[in-house]
């Protein structure tokens, strides 16, 4: 068990590396530099001889690149190009802003997916199952930025229960964020429960088909014990996994939703940065972004060697 | 866990095809929206009387009517010219990036699945690390370095949901490439693009086609974010992400100039999704697994 | 089932997390903010960046105007009349001017107001260091002289007749000299001030607090503070409004009056305003630098249409490139009609047959900026010009998009046209946003300030807006109406431009 957690460690090292090796290379491969796309037509005198020679511009990319891996690990992302800050600062203060959002909408919406979607998979093509389905669909392809456009009209404007928009800076106390965390976590809840519930809801109509369930529904089983000894482990299995999967593409919502209800979190900054082609700055937060699926992924992998005995054994006795 | 046994397609007249999707309520669905769709793109110069762009002070906001059938936008523009030429640029951006997704994602999990061994578990690693870079943010940071519009943006969706195809491709070459005439023609030392081409590609070719069904789904919700944050499509192009951009602020007061692009949008997603879910059912795919990405 | 009972107590459980994040929600907003709180917004201008030195370039002009008072200030009519200063005399060829100032005025660090204080904050707009946005208006001052404790007495190197108009300019305003050390060269951001309200709390990107000064010289403040919100993005602060998370809007567009329009909630109050949005070309870079051009691109516009696309009916007042408002008397009567064949004409014979395209950079700025350029666009494709917005973000286009690419959106508040001529259009002047550089209009703009006979005067003004007309880069198309969306909670709010909004007379119900 433990050489798998120390396999599935190095694989996410491997992983960071090579996102790393994609984000400092694409910006490399343009045309230019860092200072010609951030001064754009202002990159000429002493300007871009200033911004060159503060973002160490004249060492090669490779050594640079070792260089930033080596600072980055340290937590050293260097210095924002346009707002002269340390951008480990930046975003530490946003991460936690983000992390809070997706912390409690990850809270909600992973147990109410799991049982809508085992109430879905277990009453399938039933009028239960089909209005879940339905609705999944339709929170998967109403683009997030509607849904948010009207929470806040109704819940902010007509009925007045909520902020609107976040209009608090990126450090204000963690109590004073709470009210205003509610509409964007419930968009965020709300596409992520839909994505996780498809899957739990596919995986448990499979394994109820499957031989051992039947065979134990003929030994004439408890149905309880079928549940939560068979069925609930089984079926997990490639739901745990899709929650790590779904988390990489629901960062992508946060960078609207955090746009959408003004809220100082990553991926309002990298809207920012990105705007204003403050590139060292950008590659940072991808990087983080990464970092988080990553990990995510990670104890998705560990609650899976958990789950499932057979892979737990078979690696004891390789 | 159980595996099922995933049958390759059989292909099968087209006719034959057709009316298996059709047995589906789902499948019926899923076409007619996506005809509908198709049609209303093809269509809307003959559809609309008025201006896409041009801005007039006379209409703002008005509420739907018959001159105005989904009412008029805040410049005073017709919703509905609006919305039925929405979708032109979405459908081909995505058009054109999905079928370079699948030709490129589905090649290279050929020839990995074909090469198998050490450099395919290689590769494989790297596939995954790729698919670890939130799709949205990659976007984002190709447009920073290559700049934003409508079809800079095409080889960099292209590019990122064929990763995810690569997978797809790969897995299912695999059950073909364990099967009596493949060895056969490998032990025959046929070249491996042979192979691919003449034994594997006609039967994976469904599960691409599946599968680049449902990416281009997913491809037109991450292009209307694009547009929406101002990096897909760009003012005055009648876009529905776009559109929705401008126009959210004021959804008290003209919704229809908010909802029309949103249920233009949500109901050719569904419609792709729904037939490229009925195809596999017809094509014998399974893709219960997949997830959108 | 099976399963049903488990999902039940599931359902049960989620329910209550939502309940309890709700809950938390409720009291959080429930929490009494200060009852006689009012709360404005500002559009994070400077990018982070916000002195409460009022002549910083960076100068945060929301908090400046209520913690500091001017010698003199405009009243509804915008007529000049006595704040610090009760009275003023000039000498006859207007070289040399007289303050007497008010008496038993107190800062609000407990010092007394006296005559050196105009002296230490007049001289310091002069300072080459600071290098003020209001140094080249007010460079005629030759010195200034405190003759004793209430008197200052202003000597001009050369006559100006409206020399009082130039100490209205809301940037022009009184610091204590011993709390800002007396040094001429330095920033003074102590926010030590004689206005209404006092500073308690400076965050330019979360929330700046202000608190009633209890010895301001005209009585306290009605209201118990004010606290002034960055909101960068227009829309948010248009949603923020209407959910109640401020008090007013200064600036909303046509399009978004329907939004407060029959709600008890709210009242819109449109006021005319010397404030103008407008398309600046750099007239220094090509192919702006040629005078033809830039009058086809001006002259195409229709202006009347844009007008109603961006304010709405009768909420702006059009302007033929002129900087100077139809509220002022020395407005120089222009006729503009578009000229949309002339305009082509002229575009025709510099590009032949092809279609010229330019990139026009335009952001979020204030409330019709947008819309303007969109329209624009539209309107410039009938000339025969292919218009290419480049959207750039709002936080920071003060500091990179304005003056820096070569046509861009600007934006002014209400100034008198002898400030906004010398400080927009001057060769000299550091916000010469379309660097027009004429030596003759350098000429006739110091000709018009000496000219003492009144009706000369409103002549050499007016020429000078003529000039403007043919050759300047910038595209005026109207003077707006500002369009204030205000919750029924406020009163006392003045239909008077944002500058000379006295915030002391507001009060606010619960």
């Known amino acids: 068990m433990l050489q798998t957690i120390f396999q599935r460690l190095g694989l996410s090292v491997f992983t960071l590396g090579f996102v790393s090796v994609v984000v400092f290379f694409s910006v490399e491969a343009l045309p230019g530099n860092i200072c010609t796309a951030f001064l754009q037509r202002f990159a000429e005198g002493p300007r871009l001889e200033r911004c060159i020679a503060e973002q160490g511009l004249e060492t090669p990319a490779i050594q640079r690149y070792g260089q930033w891996v080596v600072s980055a690990v340290q937590g050293d992302f260097g210095t924002s190009l346009k707002q002269r800050r340390e951008v480990a600062d930046l975003l530490a203060e946003r991460f936690r802003n983000t992390a809070l959002l997706a912390g409690a909408a990850a809270a909600i919406g992973i147990p109410l997916a799991l049982v809508l979607g085992f109430w879905a998979g277990l009453t399938r093509d039933r009028p239960s199952d089909l209005a879940i389905s339905t609705i999944a669909m339709l929170a998967m392809t109403i683009p997030e930025f509607v849904t948010a456009s009207v929470l806040i009209f109704v819940f902010a404007i007509v009925l007045n229960w909520v902020p609107a928009v976040t209009i608090l800076p990126p450090s204000a106390p963690l109590v004073d964020l709470l009210p205003n965390i509610v509409l964007p976590v419930v968009v965020l809840a709300f596409l992520m429960t839909a994505h996780i519930l498809r899957i739990t809801r596919a995986s448990v109509i499979e394994v109820m088909a499957s031989d051992f369930i039947k065979m134990a529904q003929l030994k004439g089983v408890p149905e309880r014990q079928i549940f939560w000894r068979h069925l609930a482990p089984s079926a997990l299995i490639p739901v745990v996994n899709t929650i790590a999967l779904t988390f990489a593409w629901l960062l992508g919502g946060v960078v609207v939703i955090e746009q959408v209800f003004n809220y100082p979190g990553i991926g309002n900054l990298m809207l920012r940065a990105i705007y204003d082609r403050d590139l060292p700055l950008v590659q940072a937060i991808v990087l983080t972004f990464a970092l988080i699926y990553v990990v995510a992924n990670l104890l998705a992998d560990l609650a899976m060697v958990l789950l499932d005995p057979r892979i737990r054994s078979a690696q004891d006795r390789a | ?293 | ?510």
């Open chain 2, 1 to 293: 866990m159980v595996a099922r046994p995933r049958s390759s397609g059989t292909g099968g007249p087209r006719s034959h095809l057709l009316h298996r999707i059709m047995a589906r309520p789902s499948g019926v669905i899923g076409l007619a929206l996506t005809l509908f769709h198709v049609a209303l793109a093809l269509l809307a110069p003959l559809l609309s009387v008025h201006d896409v762009s041009l801005p007039n002070a006379d209409t703002i906001n008005l509420a739907p009517s018959w001159e105005h059938l989904m009412g008029t936008d805040s410049l005073g523009r017709d919703v509905f010219a609006r919305v039925v030429h929405g979708g032109q640029l979405a459908l081909m951006v995505t058009a054109c990036a999905a079928a370079i997704a699948i030709t490129w994602g589905g090649s290279v999990g050929m020839l990995l699945g074909v090469v198998g061994g050490r450099t395919d578990e290689i590769a494989m690693r790297f596939v995954d690390a790729m698919l670890s870079i939130p799709s949205l943010a990659f976007f984002l940071l190709m447009a920073s370095v290559v700049g934003g519009g409508a079809w800079t943006i095409v080889p960099v969706l292209g590019f990122f949901y064929g990763v995810a195809v690569i997978r797809i491709s790969r897995a299912a070459t695999l059950q073909v490439a364990a099967q009596d005439f493949v060895m056969a023609a490998k032990a025959r030392g046929e070249r491996t693009g042979t192979i691919m081409r003449r034994e594997v590609l006609p039967n994976v070719s469904s599960i691409l086609l599946v599968e680049g069904a449902m990416q281009w789904s997913w491809m037109l919700l991450a292009f209307s974010s694009l547009s929406f944050l101002g990096y897909g499509a760009t003012p005055p192009t009648p876009d529905w992400g776009l559109m929705i951009a401008s126009e959210r602020g004021l959804l008290a007061v003209a919704p229809w100039s908010v909802l029309w692009p949103c249920a233009a949008l949500s109901t050719l997603i569904i419609g792709i999704n729904l037939l490229a879910d009925a195809l596999g059912k017809a094509l014998g795919v399974d893709r219960t697994r997949e997830v959108p990405g």
């Open chain 3, 1 to 510: 089932m099976l399963d049903r009972r488990n999902s039940k107590a599931f359902v049960r459980g989620t329910g209550l997390v939502i309940g309890a994040l709700g809950a938390t929600a409720l009291l959080a907003t429930a929490q009494p903010l200060g009852a006689q709180t009012l709360r404005i917004a500002h559009q994070v201008e400077g990018g982070g960046a916000a002195s409460v030195d009022p002549i910083s370039p960076n100068r945060f002009p929301h908090t400046n105007i209520t913690v500091y008072s001017r010698l003199v200030r405009e009243d509804e009519n915008a007529q000049t009349v006595p704040d610090l200063a009760t009275s003023w005399s000039a000498s006859d060829d207007a070289t040399v001017w007289t303050f007497t100032l008010r008496e038993g005025v107190t800062f609000h660090n407990g010092n007394a107001f006296t005559a050196e204080d105009v002296v230490f904050s007049l001289l310091r707009t002069q300072s080459e260091v600071i290098d003020s946005p209001v140094k080249d208006g007010l460079a005629l001052i030759e010195s200034v002289e405190a003759t004793d404790d209430l008197t200052a007495v202003f000597t001009l190197s050369s006559g100006h007749a409206d020399f009082p108009l130039l100490l209205r300019d809301y940037r022009v305003r009184i610091l204590d000299a011993e709390a800002c050390g007396g040094d001429l060269d330095a920033l003074c951001e102590t926010g030590v001030g004689t206005g209404p309200f006092k500073l308690v709390e400076l965050d330019s990107l979360g929330t700046t607090r202000l608190e009633r000064f209890d010895d301001y010289w005209d009585g306290p403040a009605k209201l118990e503070a004010m606290e002034i919100i960055a909101i960068a993005d227009q829309q948010a602060r248009v949603a923020a409004l209407q959910a109640g998370q401020i008090d007013a809007v200064f600036g909303i567009t046509g399009q978004q009056r329907p939004l407060f329009e029959g709600s008890e909630n709210f009242y819109i109050r449109s006021v005319p305003t010397g404030g103008w949005s407008g398309l600046a070309m750099r007239t220094d870079t090509p192919p702006f630098d040629n005078p033809a051009l830039r009058k086809a691109l001006r002259m195409g516009v229709d202006r009347e249409a844009m007008g109603k696309l961006v304010f709405g009916d009768g909420a702006f007042a059009v302007s033929c490139d002129h900087p100077v408002w139809a509220g002022d008397p020395y407005r120089a009567e222009i006729d503009c009609p578009a000229d949309v064949a002339g305009a082509k004409a002229m575009v025709t014979e510099i590009y032949g047959d092809e279609t010229p395209t330019v990139e026009l950079f335009v952001s979020d700025v204030s409330a019709g900026a947008m819309k303007m350029a969109e329209v624009y666009q539209a309107q410039m494709r009938t000339v025969g010009v292919e218009i290419e917005l480049v959207v750039a973000p709002s936080d920071g286009y003060w500091d990179d998009v304005w003056m820096q690419e070569p046509f861009f959106v600007t934006g002014w508040s209400e100034r008198p046209a002898d400030q906004i001529l010398n400080e927009a259009y001057r060769s000299t002047a550091p916000w010469n946003e379309s660097y027009f550089k004429s030596a003759e209009f350098d000429a006739a703009l110091d000709a018009a300030r000496q000219e003492l006979d009144l009706e000369k005067r409103t002549k050499l003004y007016g020429d000078l807006q003529k000039i403007l007309w043919e050759e300047g880069g910038t595209l005026i198309p109207f003077h707006e109406a500002s369009i204030r969306a205000i919750s029924s909670k406020i009163s006392g709010l003045p239909d008077v431009a944002f500058y000379a909004i006295r915030f002391q007379d507001v009060t606010k119900s619960e």
